[in-house]
């Protein structure tokens, strides 16, 4: 999901945007409450403290868990968003800092 700007550096499309960023309040795969009682989202306080790779893994691995249980505690199609929503995160992150290390 890139297109490339008028410079030539790849970025995301808006789709994948919408989805990569921070939610309304309330939404339970963009922006679940739970994760916005403090000044940062937790995503962002976890990408803060691991490593990029350890970032990789992590959101590599939810994206793996919600497709694995998709629909074994309630409804299929929240947990393939969410599953999207680790996908879309992790090609987010890996776009920026391709772009601040001047790989695109």
């Not at 989202?41 to 803060?48: G, L």
């Not at 996908?87 to 920026?96: G, Q």
Request: one cysteine or more; a negative charge.
């Amino acid at each position: 999901m890139q297109t490339s700007g008028s410079d030539g550096r790849a970025v995301l499309d808006d789709e994948a945007r919408r989805i990569a960023r921070d939610g309304a309040a309330g939404d339970p795969v963009n922006g679940p409450s739970h994760y916005n009682q403090h000044a940062m989202e937790c995503i962002e306080a976890i990408e803060v403290m691991l490593t990029a790779e350890q970032f990789r893994g992590f959101c590599l691995g939810n994206e793996i868990k919600y497709r694995w249980r998709a629909g074994d505690k309630g409804d299929a199609s929240e947990d393939l968003d969410k599953a999207d929503w680790y996908h879309y995160r992790l090609s987010a992150f890996d776009s920026r800092r391709r772009i601040a290390d001047g790989e695109v």
